[in-house]
């Protein structure tokens, strides 16, 4: 089967583990540091918070722009749970914005509408979480103008979208954020085998972020509320959590890091291939809007209303034909426990069309050029029946 994502892992990277194994320290040492700078400086971005998952860096985000009881977030309802649960986690409400179906994003225009009437009802969001979908960055332009009118907060889910840039500007750069977020799971741009990073520009948002993520303690006498008793002494200021990477998640991840452009670039390749081999087929790739550049995590098709089969007829047959494909993603809401917490389905129309229309096709840094056109014919054999 041929996956739809997998790791490129090098014996460079394997080199770089194998050191931190022989070192001092395993966890809580010089390598997580290095990776945070790393990533920081390639984003052009003032601080980077390593953490254990990407999950847990959108929890310490929330938590640190101080999202609580009676708040909302706001986000996208084709994206994983993370996205939404971040904001439950911290006992706040969440909603989602519908999406635009021909890229899958955020869609910018419900959103200002949606804005109108929630500040008409006193109920605005406290922040809202755009979703980098596939790798194709969002119209930050236009968060960002509605972020100046309503004055609500920005956390990027830039889980798919690592080395991605919008308008020439690395994605993590957080002009029109408050924070951003990576993960570095094995199927994402580059991994650190579980890994997630929070980005920002803001030295306090970053410290609070850091507390959170090590059980809300600091060891730095500058912040302490009471007297520094000695060397030993810490405070626990807030209630944080064990969130932290280890130094030998973080030597993988900084080692594939030094890769980001180059899995980028191979993943742009290969999804332009894929791009002109369904050129007037009945499946058709998402639309690419101006000013980006996508890292593709993922390569999605729409089956076409021109197509004769169900989505579900050809998921099945590529998957028969040794073809990984997968879905992204079934809509958050339609999720049972979203269900249970009153979301209906029919509730975010474009969202569901665009779930019953989607099929995510293999692609990876290392994905051959024949397994690529084994894709490809088992795709178009499927979908052009003679
Ligand atoms: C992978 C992913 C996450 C969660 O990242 P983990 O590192 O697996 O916790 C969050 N949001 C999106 C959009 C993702 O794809």
Same mark, same amino acid.
């Given at each position: 089967?041929?996956?739809?994502?997998?790791?490129?892992?090098?014996?460079?990277?394997?080199? =770089?583990?194998?050191?931190?194994? *022989?070192? &001092?320290? +395993?966890? /809580?040492?010089?390598?997580?540091?290095?990776? !945070?700078? $790393?990533?920081?400086?390639?984003?052009?971005?003032?601080?980077?918070?390593?953490?254990?998952?990407?999950?847990?860096?959108?929890?310490?985000?929330?938590?640190?722009?101080?999202?609580?009881?009676?708040?909302?977030?706001?986000?996208?309802?084709?994206?994983?749970?993370?996205?939404?649960?971040?904001?439950?986690?911290?006992?706040?409400?969440?909603?989602?914005?519908?999406?635009?179906?021909?890229?899958?994003?955020?869609?910018?225009?419900?959103?200002?509408?949606?804005?109108?009437?929630?500040?008409?009802?006193?109920?605005?969001?406290?922040?809202?979480?755009?979703?980098?979908?596939?790798? =194709?960055?969002?119209?930050?332009? *236009?968060? &960002?103008? +509605?972020? /100046?009118?309503?004055?609500?907060?920005?956390? !990027?889910? $830039?889980?798919?979208?690592?080395?991605?840039?919008?308008?020439?500007?690395?994605?993590?750069?957080?002009?029109?954020?408050?924070?951003?977020?990576?993960?570095?799971?094995?199927?994402?741009?580059?991994?650190?085998?579980?890994?997630?990073?929070?980005?920002?520009?803001?030295?306090?948002?970053?410290?609070?972020?850091?507390?959170?993520?090590?059980?809300?303690?600091?060891?730095?006498?500058?912040?302490?509320?009471?007297?520094?008793?000695?060397?030993?002494?810490?405070?626990?200021?807030?209630?944080?959590?064990?969130?932290?990477?280890?130094?030998?998640?973080?030597?993988?991840?900084?080692? =594939?890091?030094?890769?980001?452009?180059?899995?980028?670039?191979?993943?742009?390749?290969?999804?332009?291939?894929?791009?002109?081999?369904?050129?007037?087929?009945?499946?058709?790739?998402?639309?690419?809007?101006?000013?980006?550049?996508?890292?593709?995590?993922?390569?999605?098709?729409?089956?076409?209303?021109?197509?004769?089969?169900?989505?579900?007829?050809?998921?099945?047959?590529?998957?028969?034909?040794?073809?990984?494909?997968?879905?992204?993603?079934?809509?958050?809401?339609?999720?049972?426990?979203?269900?249970?917490?009153?979301?209906?389905?029919?509730?975010?129309?474009?969202?569901?069309?665009?779930?019953?229309?989607?099929?995510?096709?293999?692609?990876?840094?290392?994905?051959?050029?024949?397994?690529?056109?084994?894709?490809?014919?088992?795709?178009?054999?499927?979908?052009?029946?003679?």
């Amino acid at each position: 089967m041929i996956p739809y994502g997998r790791q490129s892992v090098s014996e460079q990277d394997i080199a =770089q583990v194998v050191e931190v194994l *022989r070192s &001092d320290f +395993l966890t /809580q040492g010089p390598v997580v540091s290095a990776f !945070e700078q $790393a990533v920081a400086q390639y984003c052009g971005s003032g601080h980077a918070v390593a953490v254990n998952s990407g999950t847990s860096a959108l929890h310490i985000a929330c938590l640190a722009l101080g999202l609580g009881e009676g708040d909302w977030l706001w986000t996208s309802p084709i994206s994983f749970v993370a996205s939404s649960n971040c904001a439950l986690y911290c006992g706040a409400q969440v909603d989602f914005v519908d999406i635009d179906v021909a890229t899958g994003n955020m869609d910018i225009d419900l959103l200002a509408e949606k804005l109108e009437k929630a500040a008409s009802e006193g109920r605005l969001p406290k922040i809202i979480v755009p979703v980098h979908f596939a790798g =194709q960055p969002c119209d930050m332009d *236009r968060l &960002d103008q +509605l972020r /100046q009118r309503w004055g609500f907060r920005v956390i !990027e889910d $830039a889980c798919h979208a690592s080395g991605a840039a919008f308008q020439n500007t690395p994605v993590g750069r957080g002009q029109y954020s408050d924070v951003t977020v990576f993960s570095f799971h094995p199927v994402k741009i580059t991994t650190s085998g579980e890994g997630g990073m929070a980005i920002c520009n803001d030295a306090s948002l970053a410290t609070k972020m850091r507390q959170l993520a090590s059980h809300g303690i600091t060891r730095d006498s500058s912040l302490f509320q009471s007297r520094d008793q000695g060397a030993w002494f810490y405070e626990q200021q807030h209630l944080g959590f064990n969130y932290r990477m280890s130094d030998i998640h973080a030597a993988l991840g900084l080692s =594939q890091w030094a890769r980001v452009d180059e899995f980028v670039a191979n993943r742009n390749r290969l999804a332009c291939i894929y791009d002109q081999a369904f050129a007037n087929s009945p499946v058709c790739p998402l639309v690419q809007r101006a000013g980006r550049k996508n890292s593709y995590h993922l390569y999605v098709i729409k089956l076409r209303e021109t197509c004769s089969q169900s989505r579900k007829a050809v998921f099945e047959k590529l998957r028969l034909a040794g073809i990984g494909v997968n879905v992204h993603y079934i809509p958050i809401h339609m999720q049972p426990y979203y269900q249970r917490l009153g979301f209906e389905t029919m509730h975010f129309l474009n969202a569901e069309s665009f779930y019953q229309q989607a099929i995510t096709l293999p692609l990876y840094a290392t994905l051959s050029d024949d397994q690529q056109q084994q894709v490809i014919e088992q795709v178009l054999k499927i979908v052009c029946p003679a």
